[in-house]
Nanobody, 115 residues
Framework: QPQLEESGGGSVQAGESLRLSCSTS????????MAWYRQAPGKQREFVAA???????HYADSAKGRFTISRDNTKNTLSLQMDDLKPEDTAVYYC?????????WGQGTQVTVSS
């Protein structure tokens, strides 16, 4: 069973940056897209950004202009560069990989932004 592992979370001040990474172990065939989601306390998990196999990117309105998603196709790794972080970005960030056969999630990494 393939596994995803996020890293790079932490506690920062508003306006600072973080870079999240997601590594995959085990082969995942037929990947169609890779994405980041987040879940703040007391809220539902929400979409942050995605990148398709072809390299097309999509962002939530809250992430546009501040976050950049990228992937290394050869290594099946995913990154999320987060700049100008705001307290409302505080959440657990999850890596997601969608394939033809299944949908995979990591355990999440905490991002805390203080004002």
């Amino acid at each position: 069973q393939p596994q995803l592992e996020e890293s790079g979370g932490g506690s920062v001040q508003a306006g600072e940056s973080l870079r999240l990474s997601c590594s995959t172990s085990g082969s995942i065939d037929g990947i169609t897209s890779m994405a980041w989601y987040r879940q703040a306390p007391g809220k539902q998990r929400e979409f942050v950004a995605a990148i398709t196999k072809g390299g097309n990117t999509h962002y939530a309105d809250s992430a546009k202009g501040r976050f950049t998603i990228s992937r290394d196709n050869t290594k099946n790794t995913l990154s999320l560069q987060m700049d100008d972080l705001k307290p409302e970005d505080t959440a657990v960030y999850y890596c997601n990989v969608a394939s033809w056969a299944d949908n995979y999630w990591g355990q999440g990494t905490q991002v805390t932004v203080s004002s």
